[in-house]
């Protein structure tokens, strides 16, 4: 009899330990909020890119080689047959050469309007000068929110929101019509709404 209680007390502690697994698995396995319009592909990916030259019949007043710009691109892919709007939010961390190493944080928002379904590919841009002057980005973070809502955000640090730590600078990272990028690969970038002006 004590034998069978034993078994049975095994029995039930198995049971216990099953369940609780199945739990932290279908835990673990929730999609994430949002990953039903939006989920990111990869990683964001800093490059350099040199300033694109046109030809033009006026005559260039530069000379040498072209500038390096500092650039984050980012794929990710919608599910919906169009979506209105989506809001991405760069945010783009440093240590100002020219001030001490002072810390600095740049944010850049870039809203896309009539986004259709599949594969896109999103990007910022720091102006030559400001990294010859302040130096290389450290960091870097994406939050995309569609009406309102976040739906996924990445970073190249593991740690959570840290960006939220910082005062942003506005202004200073340019979306791709703010740059002479603009016409290049034209037809492969969402429309990019224009900043209100200023009141």
């Given at each position: 009899?004590?034998?069978?209680?034993?078994?049975?007390?095994?029995?039930?502690?198995?049971?216990?330990?099953?369940?609780?697994?199945?739990?932290?698995?279908?835990?673990?396995?929730?999609?994430?909020?949002?990953?039903?319009?939006?989920?990111?592909?990869?990683?964001?990916?800093?490059?350099?890119?040199?300033?694109?030259?046109?030809?033009?019949?006026?005559?260039?007043?530069?000379?040498?080689?072209?500038?390096?710009?500092?650039?984050?691109?980012?794929?990710?892919?919608?599910?919906?047959?169009?979506?209105?709007?989506?809001?991405?939010?760069?945010?783009?961390?440093?240590e100002d050469q020219s001030a001490k190493n002072a810390p600095v944080m740049f944010r850049g928002v870039v809203t896309y309007e009539n986004v259709p379904k599949g594969r896109h590919v999103a990007d910022i841009f720091l102006h030559?000068?400001?990294?010859?002057?302040?130096?290389?980005?450290?960091?870097?973070?994406?939050?995309?929110?569609?009406?309102?809502?976040?739906?996924?955000?990445?970073?190249?640090?593991?740690?959570?929101?840290?960006?939220?730590?910082?005062?942003?600078?506005?202004?200073?990272?340019?979306?791709?019509?703010?740059?002479?990028?603009?016409?290049?690969?034209?037809?492969?970038?969402?429309?990019?709404?224009?900043?209100?002006?200023?009141?």
């Amino acid at each position: 009899m004590m034998c069978r209680n034993r078994r049975i007390r095994l029995l039930g502690a198995g049971l216990l330990v099953v369940m609780g697994l199945g739990l932290a698995s279908s835990w673990a396995q929730a999609p994430a909020p949002g990953s039903n319009i939006l989920r990111i592909r990869g990683k964001l990916i800093p490059t350099k890119e040199k300033t694109p030259v046109y030809q033009t019949s006026v005559r260039s007043q530069t000379s040498g080689r072209p500038p390096e710009w500092w650039r984050v691109a980012v794929e990710y892919e919608t599910a919906p047959e169009w979506i209105d709007e989506l809001e991405f939010t760069f945010y783009a961390y440093l240590e100002d050469q020219s001030a001490k190493n002072a810390p600095v944080m740049f944010r850049g928002v870039v809203t896309y309007e009539n986004v259709p379904k599949g594969r896109h590919v999103a990007d910022i841009f720091l102006h030559p000068n400001v990294v010859a002057r302040m130096g290389q980005v450290k960091q870097v973070a994406l939050v995309i929110k569609h009406n309102g809502m976040v739906v996924a955000t990445d970073s190249t640090s593991s740690r959570p929101n840290w960006w939220d730590g910082f005062p942003p600078k506005d202004g200073v990272l340019l979306n791709r019509t703010q740059t002479p990028f603009a016409l290049v690969d034209y037809d492969s970038y969402n429309f990019i709404r224009a900043a209100s002006p200023a009141r």
